[in-house]
Every structure is written in C-alpha cells, then in structure tokens.
C-alpha cells in the first residue's frame, strides 16, 4: 500500500492511497484458498474444489469484500502512522468510473483512493490556576420557603361550591370556546376546565373578565393572544370566548400541618420544607453554576485563539441555525422583527459556533491532560434521564441508543464538560458574593457576556399559557416535591 500526502493545508488534509493490484491478488487468493478448504459444492469433494472455479463463482463478491474492508481500516490505520486526530471521519473518494471498479475487481487495477480530512489542532494547555471569578450566592430566608410551601400546598386545598359571584380566588368551572375572525381555532375549546382566578393559567385578560361572573351564566369575553404567543397563528390576534359558567367554588383553609404534608406525599411538614428549600437552592445554584461557567469560558477564550476545523464549525453553526429559525417560525417573527437581517444574523451566529467548537476543544484537552473521565454509571444515568423523556417509547430510545454511538456521545459529551469546569474550579480562585434573587435571576444582568446574549434565542418567545388543565402547574409542584423527596 502507497500513502502519498497531496494536500496539507492549515487544518485541512488529503491523503492518496494506492492498493497494488498485487496486493489486491494476493489476499484474493488466500481468501480463495480458505474458502476452498470449506467449499461444499455439487460436483466436487469436500476441499477439492478447483481454485479457478471458485475464482469464476466467487471471484467478484469476494474482492469486493477485500474492498470494503481496506475502506474501512485504512482510514484509522493511516491517521494512527501519521499520529493525527480526525476532526470528522475522514471523507473517502474514489472513481466513480464503472470500467475502472470492474477491472479492480477482477484484479487487473489498482485499487487508487483518497482520504479528506481534518485535523484536530494541537493546543497546550495555558495555565489557568490565574483564572478568577464571582460567584454569586442567595441566601435562602424561611419567609422565602414558607411562601413557596403554600404555593405547592395550594393543590391540596378543597373548594366548596358557593352561591354569588365569583372573586379572586375562587374557582369557575367553565366550558368555553375560542373564535378568532368569528372561526373556532384549533385548541380553543374545552368543557367543565376548571379554572382558579388569578393564578394566570389562561392569556392576560381572560381571568379577569369572569370575575363577577355566576353559576349558569353565560358571556363574551374579548381577549388578544400575546404578539409573542407560542402558537403563530394566534399571536397578536384578537379573540372572543363564549362562556359557560357552570359553577363557582370558594377555596377552603389552606392548613399547613403534617397531613397537608403527606397529601404531598411526604412525610411531615418539616420535611416539606427540608424538600422545598433544597428545591430552591437547586434552582437558584444552577443559575449561579451557569453564571461561573460562562466567566471561566470567557477567561479560556481569552487564551485561546487558534484555527478550528471548518466541518466541526459548519455542523456547530447548522444546529444553531436550525434552532433559530425553528423559534422564529414558532413566534411568527422575522429578522427585521428582531431589529437584524439575515445576513447580520449568520454573521454574528457563525462567530458563537466558532467560539464554542474552539472552546470545547480547549475543555476537551484540559480534560483528557487531567485525567478526567466520564463513569459508566454516569453514563446509564444520562441514558436513563433521556429514556424518560419519551414515555411509553422506552424501549424503541434504547435501541436508539445502543445502535447510535453518535448519540451515545452526545450524552457523554455535556457530562465530560462539566467534571472539567469542576476540575477548573478547584484549581482557580472563586470569590462567594451575596446577592438578591433579583440579582441573580436579572435577564439584563450587567455582567453577562457578549457571548451569552448571542446564544440567547432571538424569538422573544413567552411560553405559551395553558388554555385548559387549569391544575397542571400545581400537580407539577407536587410532584417536584415528591421527586425531591425520592
């Protein structure tokens, strides 16, 4: 086998491979000779079929499994001899040319490819132990937790039909339907959903014009779906409800004691609270977790500046891409929408794929010089994190997974990043800095990077409200608090 490099550009490498048509004869024929050994066919005794009727039965379909077989080792073989790093599997060309396949496999050709690559660049890790950062802490205070405790508590309280009108908190069991330009609209109907007035299920204004409102009576509500609704093709419309009011009920006592607690599905009220401040650090530490990462990639990619390999930024930038215009599409917004155009956006998104393929290639290569790995548990748990995702698929996700090694690695691959930000954590300087939760949680929070206001989706996109299942949110609490509990 000839290796000949024909292309070494940058990042960017071709490599020709010739396979002697010797070669290429010399393992046909030994194949021939095993299979001769083995060979039952009518006519001949067992192994005495003639190696030239083999040839003439066989011949093709055996060299074209010699083929094969070169395409798929020779790839990693040369990368290995030449102590490279394949960005991407490398690209294989060969002649497309029907009279030049034929004549290799009847052996009378060499066997000439290519192999396009790139490679990954080879980075020295920078000392990073100068790296400092903020974090930014709450303190979480009783008054805090107690507040959250009767919002999840709020579902096991009882409602009791009542005569009159109904006020802010009471509950309306209603049946409804939603027309816009005089049509019904797909999703705007329900019967007896039940519905707690200010809790701010439904669109703004929908809640407030049924206070008042008694059982049997019947009225027209006006609303405006949102500009930013989730659903397109109600965004920004103006909209009737006709209405049914089928009863109203007043909320009873909301009792905070033991039994409320195991209503929760936990044991006391104590412990309630133990579940929902661990909830709330959780909460208000992956916002912090997030914010120290973001400075410490902002410091590495002040160190770093060095090429990437094109393929590895064109895949980074498509999926980028394609989530922007999927949010876009979702909103019923445009560029212009968003105060850009097309071209700028590309510009500015291509530049955040950049920055993130070479940050990752730094994170990767501080991990593997650390010696960082990712556990097999670690992995099974993200397996099973992800099989949970699609209830009552569990089994075609596994069979997803175990045949996709691509997706395996995408699980792999987040789990990798953060036991390398941990490593980095324990080796640079972190100042703790006590904050609000208003602090923290601020969306235009003066510290926060240039690169983080690109990653945000540029759909001002408010999550669409429920238009039905009024309870949802407090069923979702509840079970939080059961999860947490577990």
Not at 6 to 31: C, F, H, Q, S, W
Not at 240 to 257: C, H, Q, R, S, W
Request: no cysteine.
């Amino acid at each position: 086998m000839q290796v000949t490099e024909t292309l070494n550009e940058g990042l960017k490498r071709e490599i020709k491979i010739v396979v002697p048509a010797t070669d290429l004869e010399a393992k046909l024929a030994e194949r021939l000779e095993t299979a001769r050994s083995r060979a039952k066919i009518n006519g001949f005794r067992p192994g005495k079929v003639p190696t030239a009727h083999l040839r003439k039965m066989y011949g093709k379909s055996f060299m074209a499994e010699i083929v094969n077989e070169i395409l798929n080792e020779t790839p990693r073989s040369v990368l290995a001899e030449r102590n490279e790093k394949s960005a991407t599997q490398p690209v294989v060309s060969m002649s497309e040319d029907e009279k030049e396949a034929d004549l290799v496999l009847d052996g009378k050709a060499d066997f000439i490819f290519s192999l396009n690559y790139e490679v990954l660049p080879k980075i020295e890790v920078q000392d990073f132990t100068g790296i400092e950062v903020v974090r930014e802490v709450v303190e979480i205070s009783d008054e805090e937790v107690d507040e959250q405790v009767k919002k999840v508590a709020a579902s096991t309280r009882t409602f009791e039909a009542k005569k009159g009108k109904a006020a802010d908190g009471d509950r309306v069991t209603i049946d409804y339907l939603g027309k816009v330009d005089g049509e019904a609209f797909d999703g705007g109907a329900d019967n007896d959903a039940q519905l707690v007035l200010g809790s701010g299920q439904f669109i703004p204004g929908f809640e407030e014009q049924l206070i008042g409102a008694k059982a049997g009576e019947e009225k027209v509500i006006n609303v405006t779906f949102p500009a930013e609704y989730g659903a397109a093709h109600l965004a920004g419309k103006d909209a009737t409800f006709d209405i049914t009011v089928k009863e109203v009920a007043k909320p009873g006592e909301l009792e905070l004691n033991d039994e409320t607690a195991k209503k929760l599905g936990i044991e006391t009220l104590e412990r309630l609270r133990e579940v929902v401040r661990g909830q709330i650090e959780s909460q208000y530490g992956s916002i912090t977790r997030q914010k120290v990462k973001r400075q410490i990639l902002d410091a590495l990619d002040g160190q770093y500046q060095f090429e990437s390999p094109e393929k590895l930024i064109e895949a980074e930038f498509n999926n980028i891409w394609q989530q922007i215009n999927f949010d876009l599409n979702e909103a019923g917004r445009t560029f212009e929408d968003e105060e850009t155009t097309e071209e700028a956006a590309r510009e500015e998104y291509r530049k955040l794929a950049e920055r993130r393929v070479r940050l990752g290639l730094v994170l990767s290569e501080i991990g593997e010089k650390a010696g960082v790995e990712v556990t097999e548990e670690e992995l099974q748990r993200a397996v099973f994190d992800q099989v949970r995702r699609y209830p009552g698929q569990e089994q075609q996700i596994y069979e997803f997974l175990r045949n996709t090694p691509d997706a395996v690695a995408n699980l792999r691959a987040p789990i990798f990043e953060e036991k390398v930000v941990d490593h980095l954590l324990e080796a640079i300087k972190v100042t703790d800095k006590v904050v609000t939760k208003e602090e923290l949680t601020a969306e235009d929070d003066a510290e926060a990077s240039a690169d983080e206001a690109k990653e945000k989706k540029p759909a001002k996109k408010a999550a669409p409200k429920k238009k039905a299942a009024p309870k949802k949110k407090a069923e979702e609490k509840k079970d939080e608090a059961k999860d947490e509990e577990k």
